[in-house]
């Protein structure tokens, strides 16, 4: 076996045009977070065996332990992974702390060109300083936080009589964050097929990063923005602009009138299973899911319809998604860029893509038939055409914990107002700031 292994490694090399790997065949260790995308990476790269020589395993870690668990072997040198699929948030530290390998002459060597990956997941999964020609990461997994909806609730007659009595215009996926809301609230404690219903399902958990995910959801169309001068640090006025303040406040409305009872503390996990246990008429989550929710028996098919997220004062989602790095302390980085050279193929890309995962491959995101190549893949485009997304620094995770617990305090727990929680988290920032040197 180990001399067919060699044998196959010799002729991938030889066929790629490859010169890192000398032909060893190795066990390359892949780390991501534990959902459907990863499933299909598993898949995927079962070619990638078969013509390397090399063996993949993979670490997997369910999202709420996937941060803690990764950024712990990261910070103490681990060698457990030799890539890394890490979040977006991840680069800054990733590349100042000597996390990840710098790739530029990597790619410069292989022919791999990040004009061939869509520009905004180039400067998001990528890029640190941000917007620099400096990579510590290939474009891996594209996302954005979307919206899914019962298709077959909203075309019930008297569904559809009752909303147009109400609100003048026809039931339909909303356009703005105001139409959802009026969606939402129409839905909340409505009895379909003799149970009582609910409007929506949204991010409040602050154990980890959900209610910042959520509510950033509604703030970037409203006008949030976290400075008024990129890279500058300076927040007064971006943070806490009237536009940011109405973003959260209408946040909170969202969740105090149109969430399921005790919907406290809830995420991914949780919107799935409001929806597939039929609670809410609308639930937000990762496009990464869209694929799973399409093909479940009970609420997908006809039944479910997918909707970009909706703007307000402009168009804007919050960006998920994930490049895939080579850890620094790998023993195995030679075997490890293969795997990056294989993945960055356009072939590879557009097989990525019809498993479940989302290329960021321009060849596979301009291709003629991709918008009708799935329910949401159109929803995607537009999603991602307008992503933004949280810090990106070293000192992410101190950001990140601020964030959660000045929004969950105002949303969930109810105490104080939009201005003073968003004055509050300018204090947290500067200090933050101020201890790494920035300000």
Not at 66 to 75: G, H, P, V
Not at 146 to 173: C, N, S, T, V
Not at 314 to 329: D, H, M, N, P, R
Not at 353 to 382: E, I, K, T
Request: net charge negative; hydrophobic share 40%.
């Amino acid at each position: 076996m180990k001399t067919a292994k060699l044998l196959a490694a010799t002729a991938f090399v030889a066929a790629s045009g490859l010169s890192v790997s000398q032909a060893q065949a190795d066990e390359l260790t892949l780390c991501w977070a534990a959902w459907d995308p990863a499933n299909a990476l598993v898949e995927l790269s079962k070619e990638f065996e078969a013509q390397s020589g090399h063996t993949m395993k993979f670490e997997f870690v369910p999202w709420p332990n996937f941060a803690d668990r990764m950024l712990n072997e990261l910070n103490s040198g681990g060698k457990l992974c030799d890539l890394l699929i890490g979040d977006s948030q991840w680069i800054g530290g990733g590349a100042e702390n000597g996390h990840y390998v710098k790739l530029n002459d990597f790619f410069d060597k292989e022919g791999i060109s990040m004009d061939d990956f869509a520009p905004a997941t180039v400067y998001a999964y990528s890029t640190w300083p941000k917007g620099t020609p400096n990579y510590y990461a290939l474009p891996a997994m594209g996302d954005a936080n979307g919206w899914f909806y019962r298709k077959d609730w909203f075309a019930m007659p008297e569904i559809q009589e009752a909303f147009k009595a109400e609100h003048g215009r026809d039931l339909a996926p909303p356009k703005t964050q105001m139409e959802l809301l009026e969606v939402a609230k129409f839905f909340q404690g409505r009895e379909i097929d003799g149970q009582k219903r609910y409007g929506a399902a949204i991010f409040t958990e602050r154990g980890s990063e959900g209610i910042t995910m959520g509510a950033t959801s509604a703030m970037y169309p409203f006008g949030f923005k976290y400075e008024m001068t990129p890279g500058k640090y300076d927040m007064e006025g971006a943070v806490n602009s009237a536009d940011a303040v109405a973003g959260l406040e209408f946040y909170k409305e969202l969740y105090k009138t149109s969430t399921p009872p005790g919907y406290t503390d809830s995420y991914m996990e949780q919107s799935l299973d409001a929806f597939k246990s039929g609670q809410v008429a609308m639930a937000m989550n990762w496009f990464a899911f869209f694929p799973g929710l399409y093909a479940d028996p009970d609420t997908g098919g006809d039944k479910i319809g997918f909707f970009v997220n909706p703007g307000q004062l402009k168009e804007a989602s919050t960006l998920g998604g994930q490049g895939i790095s080579v850890v620094a302390y790998s023993d195995k980085q030679d075997a490890a860029l293969e795997y990056i050279k294989w993945f960055a193929q356009p072939s590879v890309q557009k097989k990525w893509w019809d498993l479940g995962g989302y290329s960021c491959h321009v060849s596979v995101l301009n291709d003629p038939n991709f918008a009708d190549s799935a329910p949401f893949a159109a929803d995607f485009l537009l999603a991602m055409d307008g992503v933004m997304d949280f810090w990106q620094e070293p000192a992410y995770a101190e950001l990140l914990l601020a964030m959660q617990k000045r929004l969950h305090d105002y949303v969930v727990a109810d105490q104080g107002t939009a201005k003073e929680a968003l004055d509050k988290l300018i204090e947290d920032w500067t200090e933050v700031f101020e201890d790494e040197g920035k300000l």
